[in-house]
């Protein structure tokens, strides 16, 4: 059994959809832009921010509109992190059997790093050894970089880790890390799109994710 997991955040651990299409659609109403549907988020999402508003935003939209536009979500995304945002069903039961066993959790994620520290203080205080986010110092996913961050600062050898997402670039992170991925499907991806990928271990709930850790 792999001792080392490590997961990815939204649409893995949290459930964000809502309040991430209520801040992308802040940010464009502020910009005079036409709203989103959630689903169209939903599929924008999983590359940062910045890819998130350029995927959201007519193509005809300037290059400083993009940044201003991501400075708008950030503002607002910020004040309003929390509001319909929560954790998975079974997710806190399963953090509490991973630590029963003598697991190390960390979480890496392509939020912006401050989101990623204030959420899991707010949703998973104590969880989480390590916990990375955005930032100009590593490399976005599916770059192995903060995977492999997170590793140096467990002290920990990647042959005992897992990575545990919902998309595609959480498969494509743990492919590029070396390490093996199970995919969740109550995230923001289909396990279609993951298996079209090559993607061979899917998590239909929590539980199973455990009994998946333990034969890996």
């Given at each position: ?41 939903r599929k924008a ?109 467990l002290k920990a ?60």
């Amino acid at each position: 059994m792999k001792n080392i997991i490590i997961f990815d955040m939204d649409g893995t651990i949290l459930n964000t959809l809502d309040d991430l299409a209520a801040s992308v659609n802040y940010a464009l109403r502020r910009m005079g832009w036409p709203a989103r549907g959630k689903d169209e988020i939903r599929k924008a999402l999983g590359n940062g921010v910045k890819v998130l508003i350029e995927k959201s935003l007519p193509p005809e939209a300037a290059p400083e509109e993009v940044l201003k536009c991501v400075a708008e979500f950030k503002a607002y995304y910020s004040k309003n992190m929390y509001v319909k945002t929560a954790p998975y069903p079974g997710i806190k039961e399963l953090f509490e059997a991973l630590k029963a066993r003598g697991c190390r959790l960390a979480v890496v994620s392509n939020k912006f790093d401050s989101a990623v520290q204030e959420l899991c203080d707010i949703y998973f205080k104590g969880v989480f050894e390590v916990a990375i986010g955005e930032s100009p110092e590593v490399r976005k996913k599916p770059a192995p970089d903060s995977v492999f961050k997170a590793l140096k600062e467990l002290k920990a050898d990647k042959k005992d880790a897992v990575y545990i997402g919902d998309s595609e670039v959480d498969y494509n992170t743990a492919l590029n890390s070396g390490l093996p991925c199970i995919c969740v499907t109550w995230g923001f991806r289909d396990a279609a799109e993951l298996e079209k990928l090559g993607a061979k271990f899917f998590a239909q709930t929590p539980a199973q994710v455990l009994d998946l850790i333990e034969t890996l």
